[in-house]
């Protein structure tokens, strides 16, 4: 975009994004091609020989992947077909002529770390389709519902709140209301530590119960506007005609343990009234190891309501018929796997930006949306929110992240200098979260 900043990238040696490229999106893919391995026989079982074909040529396409970013070759165009294709190979063709005529092709450490993180995940989702009959699976299928499992006391922790909450909710008055939805807010903002990428698809699972810590980890909250939040959507309940909705939309992160935190803030702002229909956005394909697909949704759901556990279960079950009846709405789109900023979604996917422009909040979770919200540019700590966002105000909307890459704004003067004197990992290791809200006030 013309006039800002430029874009973070492997160039800057010793960065997080440098770092990424050079260590961490490596690990994914061994990992990934682990993954493959031990699927082995399940492929075989499955497909026979044709399966135990297709695995290995699976394989040979990631090694292939991983040894291009390895030594730096230049980024090669999608040949498969798929929704997506030309979207992407233009906007390769789009990187390419911003480089000089003697730079050559767009290269991975030379590229915006932004592009070059979504390729990637691209390209094994290419490599998977580029071997039927194996052409659905998921590599990080695994990591996520390991994710899940592993966080079961947290989760019952959580439903039991919830359901407790949901009894009693027509007794709480406004301050009460206000508290219990602050609590909601922050378990969900916590809930975003648990992504899997970070771990390189290790498992970082949930094992404490979150809502007994949430007063020790407020001081680590950089910029909270969760009372925007609050004064929006009461003042939505308070003037809402009979028969009129509120809508909150949800661009949803990790699966597992975040996913869970997330649908229980959904519920409780159904429950409390200040939200009428709750519009949920997921990922079309595997994503960023953790994030949310149609199945993970779906999944979650289903484990939750066959829960043995009475009020995991209860849960899960309020869950379903929220989907049946319409107030909880899952969409899916392919811009949220492609590499834009959200600045340009108005003209690379309009019909996607008429769709949020409905909602009276969203809510974006997760690192990996405020770096396209912000364009995941050099931005000065100081710079407004407004003005990172470059134009995108499709609605009033929020994100909530836990610090993950090198990119912050809206900060006060000397706030940031105060972290990185005492904490030099500060903006990446997922240990800091914002409530950051754009709108009118
Ligand atoms: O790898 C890039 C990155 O943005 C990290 O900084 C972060 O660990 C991860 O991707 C995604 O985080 P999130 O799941 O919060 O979007
Ligand atoms: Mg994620």
């Given at each position: 975009m013309a006039g800002s900043p430029a874009s973070l990238s492997g160039q800057d040696v010793g960065s997080f994004a440098y770092l990424t490229i050079k260590?961490?999106?490596?690990?994914?893919?061994?990992?990934?091609?682990?993954?493959?391995?031990?699927?082995?026989?399940?492929?075989?079982?499955?497909?026979?020989?044709?399966?135990?074909?297709?695995?290995?040529?699976?394989?040979?396409?990631?090694?292939?992947?991983?040894?291009?970013?390895?030594?730096?070759?230049?980024?090669?165009?999608?040949?498969?077909?798929?929704?997506?294709?030309?979207?992407?190979?233009?906007?390769l063709e789009y990187q390419q002529s911003l480089l000089n005529e003697n730079d050559g092709k767009p290269r991975w450490f030379y590229s915006p770390w932004l592009f070059v993180e979504c390729y990637m995940y691209r390209r094994i989702h290419e490599a998977i389709i580029q071997s039927p009959p194996i052409d659905d699976f998921d590599v990080f299928k695994e990591s996520k519902e390991q994710n899940f499992f592993e966080s079961q006391e947290s989760i019952v922790a959580l439903c039991t709140h919830l359901q407790e909450l949901v009894t009693a909710i027509k007794d709480l008055d406004e301050n009460q209301l206000k508290d219990e939805f602050f609590r909601l807010l922050q378990i969900s903002l916590w809930g975003n530590k648990c992504d899997l990428s970070l771990s390189g698809g290790e498992t970082s699972s949930q094992k404490i119960n979150i809502i007994n810590s949430l007063e020790e980890l407020k001081p680590l909250i950089l910029v909270n506007d969760m009372e925007h939040l609050w004064s929006l959507l009461n003042n939505c309940k308070k003037t809402r005609e009979k028969a009129s909705i509120t809508r909150v939309d949800i661009v949803l992160d990790n699966s597992g343990f975040e996913l869970v935190t997330d649908l229980v803030l959904a519920d409780f702002?159904?429950?409390?009234?200040?939200?009428?229909?709750?519009?949920?956005?997921?990922?079309?394909?595997?994503w960023f190891v953790s994030d949310t697909t149609i199945h993970d949704f779906n999944w979650l759901i289903e484990q939750v309501k066959s829960s043995n556990h009475k009020w995991m279960s209860r849960c899960g079950v309020d869950w379903e018929n929220y989907i049946k009846m319409g107030k909880w709405v899952y969409h899916d789109h392919i811009f949220w796997t492609l590499p834009h900023e959200f600045?340009?979604?108005?003209?690379?996917?309009?019909?996607?930006?008429?769709?949020?422009?409905?909602?009276?909040?969203?809510?974006?979770?997760?690192?990996?949306?405020?770096?396209?919200l912000t364009g995941d540019r050099k931005w000065e700590f100081t710079i407004p929110f407004h003005q990172a966002l470059n134009g995108f105000h499709p609605a009033p909307l929020c994100s909530i992240r836990t610090l993950k890459a090198e990119i912050q704004v809206g900060l006060q003067p000397g706030q940031a200098e105060q972290y990185m004197a005492s904490e030099p990992n500060w903006l990446t290791s997922g240990k800091y979260g914002i409530f950051q809200f754009d709108g009118p006030l």
């Open positions: 260590d961490r999106i490596p690990q994914i893919l061994t990992r990934a091609i682990d993954t493959l391995h031990r699927h082995k026989s399940e492929f075989f079982e499955k497909h026979g020989e044709k399966g135990t074909e297709a695995e290995k040529k699976a394989i040979s396409l990631l090694s292939k992947l991983r040894n291009e970013l390895q030594t730096d070759k230049p980024i090669i165009p999608f040949v498969e077909k798929f929704v997506d294709t030309d979207i992407w190979n233009q906007y702002l159904l429950s409390s009234q200040l939200a009428t229909e709750i519009h949920f956005y997921g990922k079309t394909i595997p600045c340009v979604m108005s003209q690379v996917a309009p019909d996607l930006y008429a769709e949020l422009q409905k909602a009276h909040l969203i809510l974006f979770k997760g690192d990996l949306n405020y770096r396209k």
